[in-house]
T-cell receptor, first 110, second 114 residues
Framework: DAKTTQPNSMESNEEEPVHLPCNHS???????IHWYRQLPSQGPEYVIH???SNVNNRMASLAIAEDRKSSTLILHRATLRDAAVYYC???????????FGSGTKLNVKP | EPEVTQTPSHQVTQMGQEVILRCVPI?????FYWYRQILGQKVEFLVS????????KSEIFDDQFSVERPDGSNFTLKIRSTKLEDSAMYFC????????????FGSGTQLSVL
């Protein structure tokens, strides 16, 4: 399994930016970097993904290091509804499996 | 937005009984997955399914588990003889074809084995 490592937990203040890091030093050239989040008592939901270039969507931004061995999910203005477990996942070239790591539990303080 | 539908939302069964968990993936998706999450633990991959056959499975997916796409719209997970340790939330997911596709998850079935 392509491995990712993330901090167990992070804390943010409401309406401030949050940078969630992920290390994936064993990434191969064809692996996509995906981020999902799981709100309490819900199924995982897609946040963003990318291959080499930075990506933006309405939920977040994804900054990918030049060597692709790490990435950062950026929530520009955290809200209380963003409190969730955030998972960084590599979609391997053999693409029929996504392995979830332990994720980062984000706590947002009012 | 299209969604993955799972039924039932809760299932209670006796140890040793068979259960079938049902999922309706997004209609034009080609890849289907089952995951499980034991309370307080991480989301674990069980199996992926494409073109009417299993394409990947984890070591959790042993002989007591099976998957089927019986009618072109439903995707089922069968647990033949449930054990206490099978109690978990089971998530179905689907995706389109291609490396650039994302997973869509259902809201899960909470299985309780007594």
């Amino acid at each position: 399994d392509a491995k990712t490592t993330q901090p167990n937990s992070m804390e943010s203040n409401e309406e401030e930016p949050v940078h969630l890091p992920c290390n994936h030093s064993t990434i191969s050239g064809t692996d996509y970097i995906h981020w999902y989040r799981q709100l309490p008592s819900q199924g995982p939901e897609y946040v963003i993904h990318g291959l080499t270039s930075n990506v933006n969507n309405r939920m977040a931004s994804l900054a990918i290091a030049e060597d692709r061995k790490s990435s950062t999910l950026i929530l520009h203005r955290a809200t209380l509804r963003d409190a969730a477990v955030y998972y960084c996942i590599l979609r391997e070239y053999n693409f029929n499996k996504f392995y979830f790591g332990s994720g980062t539990k984000l706590n947002v303080k009012p | 937005e299209p969604e993955v539908t799972q039924t039932p939302s809760h299932q209670v069964t006796q140890m040793g009984q068979e259960v079938i968990l049902r999922c309706v993936p997004i209609s034009n998706h080609l890849y289907f997955y089952w995951y499980r999450q034991i309370l307080g633990q991480k989301v674990e991959f069980l199996v992926s399914f494409y073109n009417n056959e299993i394409s990947e499975k984890s070591e959790i997916f042993d002989d007591q588990f099976s998957v089927e796409r019986p009618d072109g719209s439903n995707f089922t997970l069968k647990i033949r003889s449930t054990k206490l340790e099978d109690s978990a939330m089971y998530f179905c997911a689907s995706s389109g074809q291609g490396l650039n596709e994302k997973l869509f998850f259902g809201s899960g079935t909470q299985l309780s084995v007594l």
